[in-house]
């Protein structure tokens, strides 16, 4: 269903997923995918993309089955799947999911996020942050700042989506209560799942309505046109 309108008198802090959420996450790898292309055939090896394309299957995997410590099982499984070292596969992983799209990420942002956060702000709405992966650096390139800032892998957490306890504990940290609070995210089965089960209100951003989700499709579209009601007016 389409979103049309949620009671934003009755929210208080607004939690955003990151990758897909903030940000064109089809973009950007497309983009990626060029430059992992090119540094394979410098290299005359395949290990690279071996290693990233087994890290993002066995990471699904590992959210699918919810497991705690999640970092130290998807090693373990990816050593298994690749034969590479660990430290072979840290190095992979930080330069190619961590450090290289950064270069990009600005330009894939979505339009009308900054001023949907000023709004935020305007109505001392707090905005958190939720992410699976580590997220402070992702949006200082995209010029974006956040109250709560929450990643899979940080302390006290250690489980990915759709297990709630990452969301549980930014509501903690804001003082704020489920009835409070509106997760908005992209994936229905990891972000809606998260939120639904912490008794949170979800939010998705779809290019088309999903089956049984309140969707929206831009940071423009009518759901958010209260927040965006003071900048007109001024």
């Known amino acids: ?17 990151v990758d897909g959420t903030l940000y064109n996450q089809r973009r950007l790898r497309l983009r990626m995918a060029g430059e992992l292309l090119a540094d394979a055939v410098a290299r005359g090896s395949l290990i690279n993309l071996r290693v990233l394309r087994a890290y993002r299957f066995l990471r699904e995997a590992i959210g699918e089955e919810e497991i705690d410590d999640f970092q130290t099982s998807l090693m373990a499984r990816i050593v298994a799947r ?8 840290e190095a992979v992983v930080s330069e190619w999911i961590g450090r290289r799209p950064l270069a990009y990420i600005a330009s894939c942002r979505y339009d009308g996020l900054v001023e949907l956060f000023a709004g935020l702000r305007r109505q001392n709405k707090a905005i958190g942050i939720y992410s699976d992966y580590p997220a402070d650096e992702k949006l200082q390139r995209m010029t ?10 940080d302390p006290g957490v250690g489980i990915l989506k759709p297990h709630p306890r ?4 930014l509501m903690q940290r804001a003082g704020v209560g489920p009835a409070q609070t509106v997760l908005i995210g992209d994936r229905p089965e990891r972000d809606g799942l998260a ?12 290019d088309g309505a999903r089956e049984g989700w309140l969707t929206f499709s831009t940071y423009s579209d009518p759901v958010f046109a209260a927040l965006r009601a003071e900048e007109a007016s001024g």
């Open 195 to 206: 939120a639904r089960r912490a008794g949170v209100l979800p939010l998705i951003r779809s």
């Open 1 to 17: 269903m389409i979103a049309s309108n949620v009671d934003w008198g009755t929210i208080r802090f607004v939690v955003f997923d």
């Open 82 to 89: 690749t034969g590479q070292p660990a430290e072979k596969i």
């Open 166 to 169: 990452g969301l549980q504990m």
């Open 144 to 153: 974006l700042s956040a109250d709560y800032v929450l990643a899979a892998s």
